[in-house]
Structure formats: C-alpha cells, structure tokens
C-alpha cells in the first residue's frame, strides 16, 4: 500500500494544491497617457476669400446689360453715372453695379506741405458716401478724351485719360489719367480698381501718347 502511495505521490506531484507556492504577481501595467488631442485645422485663408467673395457678389445690385456687355460700354457708363449738375441724385445703385467686390478707388494727392505724393484708396461705397453730399451742392462732369488698352484674356487695363468740368460746357477744372482694371468673368465686364492722378497733382501734362482717343 505504501508503495501504491508513493506513486500516486510520484505522479499526481508531492505536494498538494495548498501547499504550492503562488503564482508569481502579474507586473504592474505602466500608466498610459490619454492620447493629445488632434490640432484644429489651419483655417485656409484663399478658400475664405472665396466664400467671402461669393456671399459679396450676391449681394451687387444688378447691372444693366447694356453698361456691362463691353470695354466700351462699362467704361462709359463709369464716365456717366458720376457726372451731372449740381442737386441732381446720381444713380448710386448703378454705380455700384460696375463695381466687383474689393474693388477699390485710389486717388494720388499731395497733402498740404507735403514734397512727396500719397496713395488714399477708398471703396466705391466710401465714394458714394462722398458724392451724395458733394453733387448736392457742386456740379460734375468727366469725360474721356483718350485712351490706351492693354490685355491678356479676361484681363485688362486701360490708360483713360479725362476731363472735367463743373458744368457741361464750363472751364475745364481738372484733366488726368485714370489707370483703370477690368475683368470678364465669362458673363459681363467688371471694374477692379481705378488709380487717378491729375496734372497739377502730378506737376506735368499728360503725355502725348495718352492725348489721341
């Protein structure tokens, strides 16, 4: 009997369940940082010009066909819709018309005292600001009376010299050159920008190559 014992022990192992040592401990699990979250997206700065762009545009009156349909035409429908006699409303919804968003009016000026000349861009907006109180007191006329074109497909600019007056037929009062951009959208011509300078802010004549429509 012992020995049947013995190999049961022999088999079974020699000491009992209680009696083996422990399962050594599992390691403690090392603290894991909760993942950083992700960076904001850079905001893309063409993309909103474009959608501001977009919303502006829905937001210019509608122009007349006819004004927008050429060069020719949106060039004299700019001449024409800031021109007119003194205590006449100009058709401000018009003007803006011609006008794509961002556009801008830039003047050159010699502020008083000054040696040198100053840029002073302004929006269309800020000119029909200007113009409600100015024509309601003071007569205006500009023509053109000359003009160089250059282009490359939708773009344009165009060398317009002017005159103007403040009657129809009075003394002339200023004459310069408007550097004018437009831009053909596939639909109808736009005004972009329009830089003026006039010869006494200039100190010269305009050049004789800008003389001759």
């Known amino acids: 009997m012992s020995r049947l014992l013995i190999a049961c022990a022999v088999l079974l192992g020699a000491t009992s369940f209680a009696q083996a040592p422990a399962a050594p401990a599992s390691p403690p699990k090392a603290a894991t940082a909760p993942p950083a979250p ?12 474009a959608e501001r762009t977009q919303a502006a545009l829905a937001q210019v009156p509608k122009a ?16 024409d819709v800031i021109s007119g ?10 003007f803006r018309s011609l006008f794509y968003p961002g556009a801008q009016l830039i003047p050159l ?25 100015a024509t309601a007191t003071h007569g205006f006329f500009e023509k053109e009376t000359a003009r160089q074109t250059h282009a490359f ?21 200023a004459k310069g ?17 329009i830089f003026w300078i006039d010869e ?14």
Request: aromatic share 6%.
């Open 85 to 94: 006699p003194a205590g006449t409303p100009r058709d401000w919804q018009r």
């Open 153 to 173: 497909g939708a773009l344009v600019q165009v060398m317009s010299t002017y005159e103007a007056r403040g009657t129809q037929d009075g003394p002339l009062i």
């Open 200 to 213: 006494n802010t200039a100190g010269l004549k305009v050049p004789k190559d800008l003389t001759q429509k």
């Open 64 to 79: 007349k066909p006819e004004d927008v349909k050429s060069q020719d035409a949106i060039l004299k429908a700019l001449y």
């Open 38 to 49: 992700a960076a904001p997206a850079k905001p893309n700065p063409l993309k909103a010009a």
């Open 109 to 133: 000026v010699k502020p008083p005292g000054a040696t040198t000349l100053a840029a002073r861009p302004i929006t269309p907006e800020d000119y029909v600001t200007w113009g409600q109180e």
């Open 177 to 193: 050159v408007n550097s004018i951009q437009l831009f053909n959208d596939g639909q109808r011509w736009w005004v972009m920008n």
